[in-house]
């Protein structure tokens, strides 16, 4: 089973920087995908961006697409997510999740993910 536990989360002004990185234990990172999803309050939990196992392959939802960045280092279990020209609709508590896994292409389907860490806060305000 998987174990993820995310960090890196702040307060930053709008156009600031952060990286949110996901630790991952109990089992091997490269099996799995591995998503980023948030919530903002009173709002549903959407996604982010995707990652899938083999080939590292990621998707982004439109409102962030050219602005986030993901990556994976299977040799740390560790995914990061780089998220450049914050803006305060980006605010929210941000998880890491997993399904185990090879898939062609990854989703930002919330029921597909089986594990999920805590989540971290990140608030953009000026």
């Known amino acids: 089973q998987l174990q993820l536990v995310e960090s890196g989360g702040g307060l930053v002004q709008p156009g600031g920087s952060l990286v949110l990185s996901c630790a991952t234990s109990g089992s091997t990172l490269e099996d799995y995908v591995i998503g980023w999803f948030r919530q903002a309050p009173g709002k549903e939990r959407e996604g982010v961006s995707c990652?899938?196992?083999?080939?590292?392959?990621?998707l982004f939802s439109n409102s962030v697409k050219d602005r986030f960045t993901f990556s994976r280092d299977n040799a740390k279990n560790t995914v990061y997510l780089q998220m450049n020209n914050l803006k305060p609709e980006d605010t929210g508590v941000y998880y890491c999740a997993a399904r185990f896994g090879v898939v062609a292409q990854c989703r930002l389907e919330t029921d597909e993910y089986i594990y999920w860490g805590q989540g971290t806060q990140v608030t953009v305000s000026s």
């Open positions: 990652i899938t196992s083999t080939f590292g392959t990621t």
